[in-house]
């Protein structure tokens, strides 16, 4: 996971993929200003739509119409070796309406799925109702949770290093996730997995570096 937010501004642009129920429409941009979310509409106007200091990652869902990003609320405390804290946050582009998914906690001796430290790198599946997000569930892995934009529980998914959506093709909707995994009697590796939204195995995919474009590339 990465350290708290370092200020220097990063582009994030989410595609869109289409399906016969959805109806296709231009996709602005999300960036980080000084840790504010900037918001870049398809005809090149731009606004901030926050102004906090410690907003970051933000990710644009497939419809265009909402943003999720993280807030710091506490930096790395190095002197108990514990995780930043952030939120995890949802903003809707037509009334500007900010609203906390997640709250982030310090931290502790919980299980691995049950740890809300360090939120981040939160990513919209194909429908733009549900939010991916990952946190620092233990030493060797991270783990990916799930929530709602309309509110509600969060819940864990599976362990996981990088996380990405299949947004077209035969696995439309599953995960794609570096797993580190321990191989029997031979040390461990760390191959992208296919997963189903509830976290369960479909296969392993490998150590490829277009693993996600292979995958939606397979078509029923």
């Not at 642009?13 to 979310?37: D, H, K, M, T």
């Not at 981040?120 to 783990?143: C, E, H, R």
Request: glycine fraction near 10%; aromatic fraction near 6%; charged fraction near 20%.
């Amino acid at each position: 996971m990465k350290p708290a937010f370092s200020g220097i501004a990063a582009l994030c642009c989410v595609a869109f993929a289409s399906r016969a129920s959805w109806a296709a429409a231009p996709l602005g941009a999300v960036a980080v200003q000084e840790g504010n979310i900037v918001y870049t509409a398809p005809g090149g106007a731009t606004e901030a739509l926050t102004e906090t200091g410690a907003d970051d990652a933000p990710a644009l869902s497939p419809t265009g119409d909402t943003i999720a990003f993280t807030r710091l609320t506490r930096g790395v405390d190095e002197a108990h070796d514990s995780p930043a804290v952030r939120d995890l946050w949802v903003i809707h582009l037509k009334d500007h309406k900010a609203i906390r998914l997640v709250t982030g906690k310090p931290q502790g001796n919980e299980k691995p799925e049950r740890v809300l430290a360090d939120i981040d790198q939160p990513i919209f599946s194909p429908d733009g109702a549900t939010v991916y997000f990952l946190t620092a569930a233990s030493a060797s892995s991270a783990a990916v949770h799930a929530v709602s934009t309309a509110g509600g529980p969060q819940r864990y998914v599976t362990d996981g290093n990088m996380l990405s959506v299949v947004n077209k093709g035969k696995y439309l909707g599953s995960l794609l996730v570096a797993q580190h995994r321990v191989m029997s009697g031979h040390g461990s590796w760390d191959p992208e997995v296919l997963v189903s939204p509830a976290g369960k195995t479909i296969k392993v995919v490998g150590e490829d570096a277009n693993a996600l474009g292979s995958v939606e590339s397979e078509r029923n």
